[in-house]
């Protein structure tokens, strides 16, 4: 085993390359966190023990790379993301795979999450762009520099927190926790590591690209559900409240009987395929969201 913690951090990533990529991502920060404060402890309360039988130790109390992974397999093998659970359908026909999209968790969470995500593209591309814009005006500055090392830090924030609403939304693993920082390193140094990680970058892009992707999903999704709505309400409208379905010029369109059930089951088969087609973009997304949010 390696006797240092870099090491130890390449053995467990190569213990879980079986695992999500975000499981990784909080094992390796956990472990991370936990092996470099328990190393620092045992240097300021045993300065005088090596260095190398100091980390041995810490491993023993902590757990091997082989422990560490193991565990992790177990904990994510009991638990899964929120809104994931629902009806296996693979053997049911066509048609109640079609008309069961209607029980699945996934299939609502991935439609509410879409047409959520026009507020939150706002709020990100509002605070990306103001963030950019700020940092380098004032980046001639010297209080320029802790303004943009503040700007990044609430990216990396706002990202794990998308996360955060992609994993119960949509049921892709995302990271539970932000990335291990150390302690020891100075703020220039810290400035530095933030600004050439390409996860920095990646986040702000991915940001900036949540505002056309919100409008886009929120006008498609409306579009489709008030359209549904309104074939399954034309013949009340019609019929029941004798009101013409549309006016053009004057001209008022009223229902014929035979149309009728024609335009309800028109009406209810298109709510059942924007369901689906919910469920398909909002994995789409999910797949985005993790290829930008998630380190390899």
């Known amino acids: 085993m390696e006797n240092n913690i870099d090491g130890y951090l390449r053995q467990l990533k190569t213990e879980m390359k079986d695992c999500d990529r975000a499981t990784v991502q909080d094992a390796l920060s956990d472990a991370e966190e936990y092996l ?17 039988n100091a980390f041995s130790s810490v491993v023993e109390e902590y757990g ?8 992790y397999r177990k904990i994510e093998a009991r638990t899964s993301p929120s809104l994931v659970a629902g009806t296996t359908r693979k053997n049911m026909s066509f048609f109640g795979r079609f008309f069961g999209v209607v029980i699945e968790p996934k299939a609502w969470g991935a439609l509410l999450y879409l047409l959520f995500t026009l507020a939150t593209g706002i709020i990100y591309f509002t605070w990306a762009v103001t963030g950019i814009s700020l940092s380098l005006g004032l980046l001639i500055l010297i209080i320029g520099i802790p303004i943009a090392g503040l700007f990044i830090l609430s990216t990396r924030g706002l990202a794990l927190l998308e996360g955060r609403l992609v994993e119960a939304l949509l049921g892709i ?4 926790r932000p990335l291990f920082s150390p302690k020891d390193k100075g703020i220039w140094a810290k400035f530095k590591a933030l600004l050439i990680d390409k996860y920095t970058w990646f986040s702000m892009v991915y940001m900036l690209l949540q505002l056309p992707l919100g409008i886009t999903y929120f006008t498609v999704f ?11 309400a034309a013949p009340i409208w019609s019929f029941v409240f004798n009101l013409p379905v549309f006016t053009n010029n004057g001209t008022q369109y009223i229902l014929n009987g035979w149309v009728t059930p024609f335009l309800t089951v028109a009406g209810v088969i298109l709510f059942f395929a924007t369901l689906h087609l919910a469920k398909v973009i909002g994995g789409l997304h999910g797949k985005l969201a993790k290829a930008m949010l998630v380190r390899e």
């Open 222 to 232: 409306i579009t489709l559900i008030s359209t549904s709505l309104a074939l399954v």
């Open 173 to 176: 693993r995302m990271p539970h």
């Open 64 to 71: 091997t790379p082989a422990e560490i992974a193991d565990a």
């Open 36 to 52: 470099r404060n328990a190393m620092d402890n045992l240097k300021t309360n045993k300065p005088g023990v090596p260095e190398a």
